[in-house]
């Protein structure tokens, strides 16, 4: 199944068209927060290996560190991305209207920017890191073009899709980017933004993926 998901977006891929749920004001977001997916409409980009991906931004050391870790993330899982991707960091949220993070596919090149706060605590940073693999899987997730030969996606995560009024948490694509991120992580006990238990949690990224997620993972959370 490795190779198969490989075989279906080598080359260029079509984003799918979602909506645009960025309030207007950028509201006081407590942390942790969700994320949201700005300014997405249909567009085309190259396809490639996670490690091969051209990061742009304006990184220290520690957060090209950060962001180079959540791409090798991806390559172990054979999950492609787009051949270029800005990464960006603002701790004060302004960039994202106060959410925890935004990803932006219609940007040259596509930008995943994380909004968590830096306050440099250990699980601070661990909120980041979940956040910017939760950004990068909407980046992947629109890698998806219109579906065709691929799995029904809100079959394997539920939620409402290409529905502008569903809270965003209800929508599938927000569904999508939290099993990828959760599968993603490297935690044994992973902290997610879901009410799902981690066996479903685990199901539904082999689902997604056709593979199973990365370890270290609990016992607890592989189906019998």
Known sequence: MRRLNRAFFVGVALIGACGRPVPDAAPAVPAPATSLVDDCAPVTFDLVDAN???????????????????????????????????????????????????????????????????????????????????????????????????????????????DPTAPWAERTEERVAVVVSWGLLDQYRRPVRSDLACVELYEQFVGLTGRPPLGPVEIVCIPD
């Open 52 to 162: 091969d991906v051209e990061i742009s931004g304006d990184l220290d050391q520690q957060k090209q560190a950060m962001a180079e870790w959540a791409l090798d993330r991806f390559d172990q899982a054979d999950l492609l991305l787009p051949s270029r991707i800005h990464v960006g960091f603002d701790p004060d949220r302004s960039m994202c209207g106060g959410a925890a993070g935004i990803c932006r596919p219609r940007h040259v090149p596509p930008e995943a920017l994380v909004c968590e706060p830096d306050d440099g605590f250990m699980a601070q940073q661990l909120w980041q890191r979940i956040t910017l693999l939760h950004e990068l899987a909407h980046l992947w997730h629109w890698s998806q073009g219109d579906g065709t030969g691929w799995p029904d996606l809100q079959a394997i995560v539920g939620g409402e899709t290409h």
